[in-house]
């Protein structure tokens, strides 16, 4: 598995008050404790990255920042997802949490409130499932991501992912999915329940609560 470590993000070279009026206003959100979950989306150069690192910056020890690959986590100076969550790169049958790791996974994130995620559109849905799936183990199983606050950076023009089925999968993709996964066996019928999940979390929770940026 990668390595886990808390993200040390730069400052953004970008000042809060040269940002464009969307981007100070997904400042604001990602900083309001009452806001749970922010997707910021946004074409490259629209300036995701620098509010992210603004976000950061205000939420100074409170925040965990992580992307799908290693140069994408490098802007935040932060590990990739998998070593965030100490996860293998081989998903079997879902990661489970028990005994020492359990312990130290709820000792690493236990005064962190924030969990920012960059390059969400180049993951699986299942990602998000097992996301979810690892917060309410570590904390509070009834909450949403264990009752952590998620803020989500992506480009839905970007290429889907190699592996899996996008987050936003259209229509009633997660009740195709669901419906293929009862005909299914093992590894594969786990996965399709995770990605029907993944694409479930994404409807319920980051898709009202969108925040569209644009080149300024």
């Not at 598995?1 to 730069?10: G, N």
């Not at 992210?52 to 997802?81: D, H, M, W, Y």
């Not at 005909?183 to 399709?192: D, P």
Request: aromatic fraction near 10%; charge should be positive.
């Amino acid at each position: 598995s990668s390595k886990f470590f808390i993200a040390r993000p730069p400052q953004s070279s970008v000042t809060y008050e040269n940002m464009t009026f969307m981007q100070q206003r997904a400042v604001d959100l990602g900083v309001d404790m009452n806001q749970k979950f922010l997707y910021i989306c946004g074409k490259a150069g629209s300036g995701k990255t620098q509010v992210a690192l603004e976000i950061c910056r205000r939420l100074k020890g409170r925040v965990q920042a992580a992307a799908g690959t290693g140069k994408a986590a490098s802007n935040f100076g932060g590990p990739t997802i998998h070593g965030m969550f100490g996860w293998s790169f081989s998903f079997s049958e879902g990661h489970t949490l028990s005994g020492t790791k359990l312990t130290k996974f709820r000792a690493d994130y236990e005064n962190i409130d924030t969990l920012v995620i960059d390059e969400i559109n180049s993951n699986g849905a299942e990602i998000l499932a097992h996301m979810d799936e690892y917060l309410r183990a570590g904390f509070n199983p009834k909450q949403p991501f264990g009752g952590k606050r998620m803020i989500f950076l992506g480009d839905p023009a970007q290429l889907p992912p190699v592996m899996g089925e996008p987050i936003d999968g259209q229509g009633n993709g997660g009740y195709v999915m669901a419906t293929k996964a009862r005909g299914s066996r093992g590894v594969r019928q786990w996965r399709m329940h995770a990605t029907a999940k993944g694409q479930e979390l994404y409807r319920k929770y980051f898709r009202e609560n969108c925040i569209f940026l644009q080149k300024s």
